[in-house]
Structure formats: structure tokens, C-alpha cells
């Protein structure tokens, strides 16, 4: 049989670079590349290389940052008797030392092989890897037995039996005997009666995606089931590789009760004669459902209709012409129809000519309603979307119907045709009618450049440090802030988190999750972290600003930061009214205490929403789901008059890390913030009311002559737009902006002390400049430097009074018209959202990546270590939460899913969960919720 690898990176790792660069070379070399993408936790590899039957894993992550990853996934394989399988990093070959018993004892050897891409490389790690495991494993059987569901390791080695190909067989002579015997057991027992649902249709249209909110749905409403999946991909035709790319788009696959597996097809129907064998396999197994995918492409294209109970075509409406209908066999045999994509403009106009073909077809007469009609308008990559849930639901109908079985379901009353067969449903972000909201800035800033200039060389602004803290556990941070409070009054603080807080992991014992623990950032689990991290520290001194550089988890870290915020205000009123700290706080007062923090607390959240889907395609939560959290904030902000917070900071350091110019970071960040504009407007929500001011937050590299005017031109385009498009205050005109330094790839560093006159002259505009409290904690003149921070703020302050020379002022005019160029291709595609559908901003990021080469990260302080007595601390303290909050935490995550399901404000909601439930429970119950983002390729 082929070749079988598997591509990822480990977990916590979103360097697509190396990856694709294997996964090409292995396609080109003929193997069956299985690719899971980026940030894969080791129980995902491993339970695929099981199910898959693969030969060889190949992780991109670098070593030895990630050491103790490559040794837990070595570990799952030895105990689930994958001994054989070989991990490959990208210019290297693990193998498992002999005799090992525990994680410890396990050693890497490493055998050097030519450098990375090469097709020598490829060409030995395929000689190296397992070329046929299915003879070995057969010839230790004398007799076929059918494993139950959960043996997926013999599960996998009879699909691969079936598939195997003839010429294959030939390979051992017992091959061909177990095949024939294994057919046989599988005709004598075909007495149970199990769903067989096959999806089939064109490239592209969603078959992969559909499937999987299909899963999601069946395990909401019978959680016990067991599902198959098999999903078929054409083999290509040059060189004999194949990319099984739809694991890639599927996130409910990977529990327990669900068994995935990728065939490859040398031509489309060369499977469909063992189909019914793989059925049968998994019905006797003891699977519950059993999901078919299959190409739809050609005359072939229905033959699936032939082997399952009820067949689901689906397609885009993008067919061209009625006549084009015609020649669609499935729109005859299938039993559902799905119209997926449903965003797009003249997808109801599709949706009514395939009703009308269908009428036709299947001779339906005109009383009948259109709602009634097995056809539907579904947007597969969007969370909870109507569509899918009434396809669903329809699913569940002939089931019932075949097999007389009751099949209930949670859905059942809470979908509402209309919303599920008009399109309008998908604008959930930007109405059609302002889809040019980026075109009207840019006619708006071509029409006035001579007045934009002298308004921006007008601007001043009085420049402060904002100290960056990076500690690894709370304890660690709350010490820091304890010697800032002795001996700095620089109260701009920005907070940076590690790899478990931004993606959602509590601190925990699991081998991959716990080597990241506390690394390059803080770990929080709970809000009772946030507590003892300010535990002394004045939250609401009038010059302090907290700044949290989140991710997608921001809401909910945004919640845990408040709770902590509203205790030490609980706390002060308890102190000054002589009561204990656990005295019962009646509502009134407590009410009081909220709308006085509220008032009183300054700062602003970095929500980088687009960021990693635009720059690695990847991601934690659907897009929707994102803004839909945004949205609910805004109206949080707006309900309780939170005006000196700002919820909604736009930061781009993440494109400059990326390695993108000046122009490009300027362009995309202030379009995101153009975009948050456009949304609140849609949402009906008051600006004016919802923080004082936006700030934008860039990741700039030292020496670059561009990053000198950064501000000067993002301030041009912002302030202009502001002031004649959307008529704001002069708080939003205000261009408030800070600099993050880069750590550039050859080693050199950020910003430091020594070199004040340089940066004041360079960035005396921003209203922050970050510095890195952790150099300073590590100089053994803790007190000097101290002192010349004081010195560099006064610095800061002086040279921002200063005006910009004509020449900067002509720099900055030709960079503000490059970064007008970016809008302006941006608004062709149709806005930020449409323009990130067709990968223009990835294409862009990518390309300049290339040529300047990638930033190897932001300069958070010095890397710290964290020990081993850290790391359980962090556990022990998270687990007390958790046993702590046993009774309620169930309570308040049900009633955190019911919000999420009735469209009620989900952080209003999150402000009374995160009292009871820890991050990695919340981000567990949005996943099971099926707003996990959709990867691809």
C-alpha cells in the first residue's frame, strides 16, 4: 500500500512555513499525506495515526523548544503498539529507544538526513518508514474476527485490507486469504441495522465541513452514540500522491465516540465496490451512524445513492446557467439537497431555480410549499447557522421514517424558516449596502490631503512607558508589581499571557499542555489568578492603565480581570467600613461597588481578532462567533457606561512579527479598526458611549527607516476618516497609539535604555512605549535603572513636543499613499471580511514574509524559567478552584450554553460563569458548541 505520513506542528506551534513545505514534497514524492495543520495536541496525532493506519508522523516544531512534545506523542505510541511508526522532524529521524517504559526513560535519536524540502530527504524518510503493516499484522491471525469499536487500531488495518489494492494483495500471499475471509464474516452479520448517510459533491463545496456539524450535532443530541466518518479524496494522477485534507476542516472528530477515516481513490469510483464491506465493518463494530464522503464529480458522481440509506448532495450556487441543472444526476437521487455557501449574492435566486428543477424531476406540484421541499440554504463554516440545523433535522426525519426509530433532538422548534432560507443571515458583520465602508475612506483622504498633513503635523502627544510584564505564574507578576510600586510611578502596564491562557488550557499534568506551562507569559486559569496578581497593587490610581494583549479568549479573560477589579473595590469598602473580607455584601451596595470600578478603571483590551486566521489560516473560534463576542462587549460597555476602558484595542504587532513592511501592518490594523467601526453601526451601537478613545497597538523593528512615521501616517488616514466619514468625537480623532518592540531573527534586540535620544526622536508621537519590566528586574542595579526609566520618561515627554521635519513629512505622504493602495485593494474584494475570504491579506503577508524574512518575536523581557515546583503550584491552585466550585460550575455552564443559544448577550453571561468555572472549562464548552474556528489548507 502507499506511503501513508501525517503532517502537523505541535501544540502551541503556528509556523505554517515548514509544514507546507513537507506536506508539497511528500505529495510530489507519491506518498498519502494526511495533513491535521497547525498547534495539534499529541492526543490528536496520535488517535489519527491509529485510525489512519499511518506509517509516519512528521511535526515541523523545532527542537528542542519542543522536546517534551516529541517525547509524550513517542510515549502514546509505545502504549497504544505503534512502536513501528516513525516521527520525523523536518531534517531529522526519532525513533523509539527499545525497552523504555515511562515518559522519562524515553530517548530521541536523531539521524542527520540533507536539508529540508530536499527530494533526497523525502525519498529516505519514505525508505525508512513501514512500508506495509498490514501483512504483519494478518500474519500473526489464523482466524478473520471483527474488532468491537473500540480496537481502532484493528479497525484501521481491515479498511486498509479492503482498500488495498489488487496489485497490492500480490505482496503476501495471506493478504488475499484474509481479504476474502474478512468479506465473509462481514456478509454472514449484516442483521443489525445501522443509519448509513452519504454527502457527496463537487470540490469545494463543503462536504468536509457539513459532515462535521452534522457530528457536532448528533453528539448534542445523543451523546453516547458512536459515529463513523470515511471520507474519500481523488488520488493524483501525476506522481501518485494525495492529500487527505479533510481531517484539516473537521473539529468534533477527535473524541472517543468517533472513529475517522481518509481513503485514497486512484479514480472516482474504483471504491464504491467495498463501500458496503466498510459499512458493514463498522455496523458489526458497534458504530451507531456511519458518514460517507465522496467526490461528486462527472456522470459517476450518483453512485453513492446506490450504497447508503439516504444520500445529502451538496453544491454552491455558482452552476452557471438552469441548464447546468440538468446535467447534475444527483439532483434526482439525492434525499437531501444543501445550497451551502448561502452568503453569497444570487443564492436565493439559485435556491428557487433548483426548487423548480426539483419539482420538475420528482413531479411535486405547485401546492406544495417551497419550505417543505428537502433543499436548503446552509452556510456550513458558520456557528449554529439555521440552514444546517433545519438540514439536520430533516436528516433525523427520514431517519425516523427508514428505520422506525425516534430520533429527538434539541433543535426541534427553536429553527425558523425564514431565517433559514434567506441569505441575509450570513451579514452578520457588514450589511451589503456598506461593503465600500473602505473605499468611501480612502475618496475621503485622497479628497483633503493637504489639510490631513497640517492636522497630523499638529498632533502632540505626551509619550509614557508602558512596561510590559511576561512572568510566568501570578505569584512571580504580583512580586513585580510589588517593586514597581516601591520604586516607579509608571502605572502603564501591559500584560502578556502564555500559550494555556491564550488557547484555552487549564494548567494540568498532560505532557504537551505542561511544558508550555507559564512560558513567555502569564499563566491565568481562573479570576482568582487575576486577584492575587494586583493582591496590592492599586487597580484605580489615577494614573494607571492596565492593558491585557489577548487573543481569541479575551472575552472571558476580560471577565475573570473585572471580577478581580470589583474585589479590591469589595475589599476597600469592607476596610473602610471595619467589616471582615468575607462580609456578605448586600446588592445595593454591590451594585455601587460595580458602577464605581466600572467608572473608575482604566486601560484598554488588545483583541487581535483577525490575526492568526489571516496569517496562518488558523485559529480558535469561527469568525462569527468572534464578532459575535465583540458585539456582545460593545453593548456590555454601552449598558454600564464603561467610557475610560476601552474594550476593543486594535493591535497589528503580530503582522510585523509576521515580517511584513511598515505600510502593510499600518494598512491592515487600521482597516480592522475601520472594520470594528462598520460593525458597531451595524449593531446599533453608540461609539461615543463605549470607551473614551481606540487604541492601536504596533509591533515596530529598530532601524527600519518607515517605522519613524508610523504614527504620522496611520494618524493622517485614521483621524481624516474619523472626522468626515463617521463624525466621532475628538477623543476617537485622537490617534492614541502605542510600540511594541520585534525581536528580529538575527538577534537583535528591541528598545533599551542606552538608546533614549533614538527612540524619543523615532516615536516621541506614541502615546505608550512598551519596555520589558523583566530587564530591569535582572539587572543587579535594580535601583539605577529604575532611575533611568524616570529619566526616559521625561525624555519621552520632552521630545514629543518637538515638530517633524519636512522630510519625514514627505516620507510619511508616500507611505500614506501606499497604505491607501492597500485599502483600496481591500475595498475591491469587498471589505476586510471578504478580502480574507480570497486570502488577499495572507497572500500579501506570505509574500513580503519571503522576502524580509520572518521576526522571530516580540520582545516581552528576558526568557524566563519556570521550575517544577512553579509548574505544580499552578496545577494544585487550579485543581482547588475546580473541586471548590464542583457543585456550581455544571449550573453555570448550562446556563452559559442556554445564552449562547437563545442569542442573549454571552459576556454578560461570562461576567457570572468565570465566578465558578475555570478558562479551560469555558473554552471546552464553546468547542462542544461547535464555534471552534474551521482550518484549512
Not at 479568549?553 to 471582615?580: G, K, T
Not at 528598545?751 to 512598551?770: I, K, M, P, Q, V
Request: some cysteine; aromatic content about 10%.
Amino acid at each position: 500500500m502507499k506511503v501513508r505520513f501525517i503532517t502537523a506542528t505541535a501544540l502551541f506551534d503556528h509556523d505554517a512555513t515548514a509544514v507546507h513545505t513537507i506536506r508539497k514534497a511528500l505529495l510530489k514524492q507519491g506518498a498519502e499525506v494526511i495533513h491535521l495543520g497547525l498547534s495539534r495536541a499529541a492526543h490528536d496525532i496520535v488517535k489519527t495515526v491509529l485510525e489512519e493506519d499511518a506509517h509516519a508522523v512528521v511535526l515541523t516544531s523545532p527542537l528542542p523548544a519542543y522536546r517534551d512534545f516529541y517525547v509524550c506523542v513517542l510515549e502514546q505510541f509505545k502504549r497504544n503498539g505503534l512502536a513501528d511508526v516513525k516521527l520525523y522532524n523536518m531534517t531529522s529521524v526519532l525513533t523509539l529507544e527499545k525497552g523504555g517504559k515511562h515518559a522519562e526513560e524515553l530517548q530521541l535519536h536523531v539521524d542527520p538526513l540533507p536539508q529540508s524540502g530536499d527530494d533526497n530527504m523525502v525519498a529516505q524518510m519514505i525508505e525508512h518508514s513501514q512500508q506495509s503493516t498490514i501483512a504483519a499484522f494478518f500474519g500473526k491471525n489464523n482466524e478473520i474476527t471483527v474488532p468491537k469499536r473500540d480496537h481502532r487500531l484493528a479497525l484501521a488495518k481491515y479498511v486498509s485490507l479492503l482498500t488495498c489494492a489488487y496489485d497490492e494483495l500480490g505482496e503476501n500471499p495471506q493478504l488475499p486469504r484474509a481479504r476474502a475471509q474478512l468479506q465473509e464474516r462481514l456478509q454472514e452479520h449484516t442483521e443489525r441495522k445501522v443509519p448509513v448517510i452519504g454527502i457527496t459533491g463537487g470540490g469545494g463545496a463543503g462536504k468536509s465541513c457539513l459532515i462535521d456539524e452534522i457530528v457536532q450535532r448528533i453528539h448534542a443530541d445523543f451523546p453516547s452514540a458512536y459515529i463513523a466518518v470515511v471520507a474519500m479524496d481523488p488520488r493524483k494522477r501525476k506522481g501518485g500522491g494525495a492529500v487527505l485534507e479533510d481531517r484539516i476542516r473537521m473539529n468534533n472528530i477527535y473524541g472517543e465516540h468517533v472513529f475517522m477515516r481518509s481513503l485514497a481513490t486512484p479514480h472516482l469510483n474504483c471504491l464504491y465496490d467495498v463501500l458496503p464491506d466498510i459499512g458493514n465493518l463498522f455496523k458489526i463494530a458497534g458504530y451507531d451512524f456511519v458518514l460517507m464522503e465522496t467526490p461528486g464529480i462527472g456522470q459517476s458522481e450518483s453512485d453513492i445513492a446506490d450504497i447508503v440509506d439516504i444520500a445529502v448532495y451538496i453544491m454552491t450556487g455558482d452552476y452557471a446557467t438552469y441548464s447546468q441543472l440538468e446535467k447534475i444526476n444527483m439532483l434526482d437521487f439525492a434525499s437531501i439537497i444543501a445550497v451551502n455557501k448561502f452568503a453569497y449574492k444570487g443564492c436565493e435566486d439559485a435556491l428557487n431555480q433548483i426548487r423548480q428543477y426539483f419539482r420538475s424531476s420528482h413531479n411535486i406540484s405547485g401546492d406544495v410549499a417551497d419550505e417543505t421541499l428537502p433543499i436548503f440554504g446552509t452556510l456550513a463554516n458558520k456557528f449554529n447557522d439555521p440552514g444546517v440545523n433545519l438540514l439536520y433535522l430533516h436528516l433525523l426525519k427520514l431517519l425516523r421514517y427508514k428505520f422506525g426509530v425516534v430520533y429527538t433532538s434539541r433543535y426541534e422548534g427553536k429553527v425558523k424558516a425564514e431565517d433559514a432560507f434567506s441569505s441575509h443571515r450570513a451579514d452578520t458583520i457588514i450589511p451589503y449596502d456598506r461593503l465600500n465602508y473602505l473605499g468611501e475612506v480612502v475618496k475621503t483622504v485622497r479628497d483633503r490631503p493637504c489639510q490631513t498633513d497640517a492636522e497630523s503635523s499638529q498632533a502632540q502627544t505626551k509619550t509614557s512607558l508602558c512596561l510590559s510584564l511576561a512572568s510566568p505564574t501570578p505569584q512571580c507578576t504580583k512580586q513585580q508589581l510589588q517593586w514597581l510600586e516601591e520604586h516607579v510611578r509608571c502605572r502603564n502596564l501591559l500584560l502578556y499571557f502564555d500559550p494555556l491562557t491564550i488557547y484555552g488550557f487549564d494548567a494540568q499534568q498532560q505532557a504537551d499542555v505542561y511544558h508550555k506551562l507559564g512560558h513567555g507569559g502569564l499563566n491565568i486559569a481562573t479570576w482568582e489568578d487575576f486577584k492575587t496578581v494586583f493582591s496590592g497593587f492599586d487597580l484605580f490610581a489615577p494614573a494607571t492603565n492596565i492593558f491585557l494583549n489577548c487573543q481569541e479568549l479575551s472575552p472571558v479573560l476580560l471577565a475573570m480581570f473585572l471580577h478581580a477589579a470589583m474585589d479590591q473595590q469589595r475589599e476597600r469598602y469592607c476596610q473602610n467600613n471595619n467589616l471582615p473580607d468575607d462580609a456578605l455584601i448586600p446588592p445595593e451596595i454591590f451594585s455601587k461597588i460595580r458602577a464605581q470600578t466600572f467608572a473608575q478603571l482604566q486601560g484598554a483590551l488588545l483583541w487581535n481578532l483577525p490575526g492568526e486566521m489571516v496569517v496562518e489560516n488558523d485559529g480558535m473560534f469561527s469568525f462569527d462567533f468572534n464578532w459575535r463576542l465583540l458585539g456582545d462587549i460593545l453593548q456590555y460597555w454601552q449598558q454600564y457606561h464603561i467610557n475610560r476602558f476601552s474594550p476593543s484595542g486594535i493591535s497589528g504587532y503580530w503582522l510585523a512579527e509576521a515580517g511584513v513592511s511598515a505600510v502593510t501592518q499600518i494598512a491592515f490594523t487600521l482597516a480592522n479598526g475601520f472594520t470594528l467601526l462598520e460593525y458597531c453601526r451595524k449593531c446599533g451601537i453608540s461609539l461615543a458611549e463605549v470607551g473614551g478613545y481606540l487604541p492601536f497597538f504596533f509591533g515596530v523593528v529598530p532601524g527600519e527607516t518607515a517605522y519613524s512615521v508610523l504614527g504620522s501616517v496611520a494618524r493622517r488616514v485614521w483621524a481624516e476618516a474619523l472626522l468626515s466619514r463617521y463624525g466621532l468625537s475628538k477623543a476617537w480623532q485622537d490617534f492614541q497609539y502605542g510600540v511594541m518592540p520585534v525581536a528580529v531573527a538575527d538577534g537583535g534586540s528591541g528598545f533599551s535604555l542606552e538608546r533614549d535620544n533614538t527612540l524619543a526622536s523615532l516615536y516621541g508621537d506614541a502615546a505608550f512605549l512598551c519596555y520589558p519590566l523583566g530587564k530591569i528586574l535582572s539587572s543587579d542595579e535594580s535601583n539605577q535603572e529604575a532611575e533611568s526609566l524616570v529619566r526616559l520618561q521625561q525624555h519621552l515627554s520632552d521630545a514629543s513636543q518637538t515638530s517633524p521635519s519636512a522630510a519625514v513629512n514627505d516620507l510619511a505622504t508616500q507611505l500614506a499613499t501606499d497604505v491607501l493602495q492597500h485599502l483600496e485593494e481591500m475595498d475591491r474584494r469587498g471589505g476586510v471580511i471578504r478580502a480574507m475570504e480570497y486570502h488577499y491579506q495572507r497572500y500579501i503577508i506570505q509574500n513580503e514574509a519571503c522576502k524580509r524574512g520572518r521576526a522571530s518575536g516580540v520582545e516581552t523581557g528576558l526568557e524566563q524559567s519556570v521550575s517544577a515546583q512553579e509548574r505544580q503550584q499552578r496545577i494544585e491552585e487550579t485543581e482547588k478552584f475546580i473541586r471548590k466550585n464542583e457543585i456550581t460550575a455544571p449550573e453555570a455552564l448550562k446556563k452559559l450554553r442556554l445564552a449562547i443559544e437563545q442569542g442573549d448577550n454571552i459576556f454578560a453571561e461570562l461576567m457570572s460563569t468565570v465566578k465558578y468555572c475555570t478558562l479551560g472549562q469555558i473554552t471546552q464548552l464553546f468547542r462542544e458548541m461547535g464555534a471552534a474556528y474551521r482550518r484549512g489548507v
